[in-house]
């Protein structure tokens, strides 16, 4: 699986959307982009993935670059409860198997 | 509630003991995983297993052993011979997403060990 780079932290003020950026720049044509976060002491929590296209779900947006290199997340309104730390992730589409590699991930700290 | 149940949430173990941390899916997913988190640091694989009765070594799997008897159930055996298994475990199951849009792992609330 491709390596990912991320900010080690970054601020958002509450109810303005937080931008999460990763980098991804030798992912490869069947590998997906994932992201989860995790808050302290919890288990990761999916957020979303894609492939190419842009995504949005209940949750957030996800916008890959049209060369794949890079993508970020967008939280649309941030609230206190998305502190957290998160993780961008770039995996290939196999079978159920395939074993997952967190790097440290970024984390967000939102600003009353 | 579909999900993946970690337990216990907190374990204390005496040096020397053998200790497992149970790990049960009612997400009928195939492949289930356990990773190590140590503090301020991301995941390390420990073992995954991909169907009942297989199961392979992680990064980190010394130290630790796993058996899948049953597709729900991935218990995790921290033996006396991990020199620093302090640490937040992590249980995850998946299955592969049959519209082809890849496969998402799903992660249990975890458990943390503490040797005293």
Redesign the interface.
Same mark, same amino acid.
């Given at each position: 699986d491709a390596k990912t780079t991320q900010p080690t932290s970054m601020d958002c003020a509450e109810g303005r959307a937080a931008n999460l950026p990763c980098n991804h720049s030798t992912i490869s044509g069947n590998e997906y982009v994932y992201w989860y976060r995790q808050i302290h002491s919890q288990g990761p929590q999916y957020i979303i993935h894609g492939l190419k296209n842009n995504e949005t779900n209940e949750m957030a947006s996800l916008i890959i670059t049209e060369d794949r290199k890079s993508s970020t997340l967008i939280l649309p309104h941030a609230t206190l409860r998305d502190t957290a730390v998160y993780y961008c992730i770039v995996r290939s589409l196999s079978g159920s198997a395939r074993q997952l590699t967190f790097g440290s991930g970024t984390q967000l700290t939102v600003l009353p | 509630d579909g999900g993946?149940t970690?337990s216990p949430k907190y374990l204390f173990r005496k040096e020397g003991q053998n200790v497992t941390l149970s790990c049960e899916q009612n997400l009928n997913?195939?492949?289930m #995983?356990w #990773?190590r988190q140590d503090p &301020? @640091?991301?995941?390390r694989?420990i073992y995954?297993?991909?169907i009942v009765n297989d199961f @392979?070594k &992680?990064d980190i799997a010394e130290g630790y052993s796993v058996s899948r008897e049953k597709k729900e159930s991935f218990p995790l055996t921290v033996t006396s011979a991990q020199k620093n298994p302090t640490a937040?475990y992590?249980c995850?199951s998946? /299955?592969?997403d049959r519209r $082809?849009? &890849?496969?998402? /792992? #799903?992660?249990?609330? $975890?458990s943390?060990l503490t040797v005293v």
């Amino acid at each position: 699986d491709a390596k990912t780079t991320q900010p080690t932290s970054m601020d958002c003020a509450e109810g303005r959307a937080a931008n999460l950026p990763c980098n991804h720049s030798t992912i490869s044509g069947n590998e997906y982009v994932y992201w989860y976060r995790q808050i302290h002491s919890q288990g990761p929590q999916y957020i979303i993935h894609g492939l190419k296209n842009n995504e949005t779900n209940e949750m957030a947006s996800l916008i890959i670059t049209e060369d794949r290199k890079s993508s970020t997340l967008i939280l649309p309104h941030a609230t206190l409860r998305d502190t957290a730390v998160y993780y961008c992730i770039v995996r290939s589409l196999s079978g159920s198997a395939r074993q997952l590699t967190f790097g440290s991930g970024t984390q967000l700290t939102v600003l009353p | 509630d579909g999900g993946i149940t970690q337990s216990p949430k907190y374990l204390f173990r005496k040096e020397g003991q053998n200790v497992t941390l149970s790990c049960e899916q009612n997400l009928n997913h195939d492949a289930m #995983y356990w #990773y190590r988190q140590d503090p &301020g @640091q991301g995941l390390r694989l420990i073992y995954y297993s991909q169907i009942v009765n297989d199961f @392979q070594k &992680g990064d980190i799997a010394e130290g630790y052993s796993v058996s899948r008897e049953k597709k729900e159930s991935f218990p995790l055996t921290v033996t006396s011979a991990q020199k620093n298994p302090t640490a937040f475990y992590l249980c995850a199951s998946s /299955i592969f997403d049959r519209r $082809g849009r &890849g496969n998402t /792992i #799903y992660f249990g609330e $975890g458990s943390w060990l503490t040797v005293v």
